[in-house]
């Protein structure tokens, strides 16, 4: 069976401050997926990056990084200087062939980022 | 590009009765997967199709059902609704059935409450 877990159901912040989010994913394949979604008030989820099993490099995209670690099962997902704009509700994901490739999210975090 | 519409964007139903869920994917894209997300939790896969078939379900019970057209747009439907049922649907898109390197896009979901 898959499971994320983010255990920071919500999470405040001063603008330009840094937060990290935290993702733990359970599987026993081999080969997955990991996602972070973004969802804005308005409901749509916005993708901001896939990860396959097999690449542990850390990516950083602007003010977005994410840290994968197999070791600990953990894919944590770090904005650097907050912004208003990146507050919404943020969703990692598992995805692998077992489950036809459909994504399992967990329940979320929520983040605000105050003036 | 029109991305992933869906319509209605709210909807109220009383409990018993059926309703009917559209979605028209992005363009290019050829799979339709639906998400089911009650308030507070994440999105729960219920069903994906593909060449006009479902390819992959969820843990939804038989109540949940779908098509997809030619031109790939497609419906989601539910009968005999609950109060349970009262949830943001939403649709995404993505190219190809069983294929990991693709992302899904999402639209921003039907709002269905059941009372």
């Known amino acids: 069976a898959q499971k994320v877990t983010q255990a920071q159901t919500e999470i405040s912040v001063v603008e330009k401050e840094d937060v990290t989010l935290d993702c733990v994913y359970e599987?026993?394949?081999?080969?997955?997926?990991l996602f972070w979604y973004k969802q804005p008030p308005s409901g749509e989820l916005v993708f901001l990056i896939r990860r396959n099993s097999f690449d542990e490099q850390n990516e950083i995209s602007g003010r977005y990084s994410w840290n994968f670690q197999k070791s600990t099962s953990s894919f944590n997902f770090t904005i650097t200087a907050s912004q208003v704009v990146d507050s919404a509700v943020y969703f990692c994901?598992?995805?692998?062939?077992?489950?036809?490739?459909?994504?399992?999210f967990g329940k979320g975090t929520s983040l605000l980022v105050t003036p | 590009d029109a991305g992933v519409t869906q319509s209605p964007t709210h909807l109220i139903k009383t409990r018993g009765q059926q309703v009917t869920l559209r979605c028209s994917p992005k363009?290019?894209?050829?799979?339709v997967s639906w998400y089911q997300q009650a308030l507070g939790q994440g999105p729960q896969f219920i069903f994906q199709?593909?060449?006009?078939?479902?390819?992959q379900r969820g843990n939804f019970p038989d109540r949940f059902s779908g098509h997809q057209f030619p031109n790939y747009s497609s419906e989601l439907n539910v009968n005999a609704l609950l109060l349970g049922d009262s949830a943001l649907y939403l649709c995404a898109s993505s190219i190809g059935t069983g294929r990991a390197n693709t992302e899904a896009f999402f639209g921003q979901g039907t709002r269905l409450t059941v009372v």
């Open positions: 994901a598992l995805s692998s062939s077992n489950s036809g490739y459909a994504l399992n």
């Open positions: 199709y593909y060449e006009e078939e479902e390819r």
């Open positions: 599987t026993r394949d081999t080969t997955y997926y």
């Open positions: 363009s290019g894209h050829d799979t």
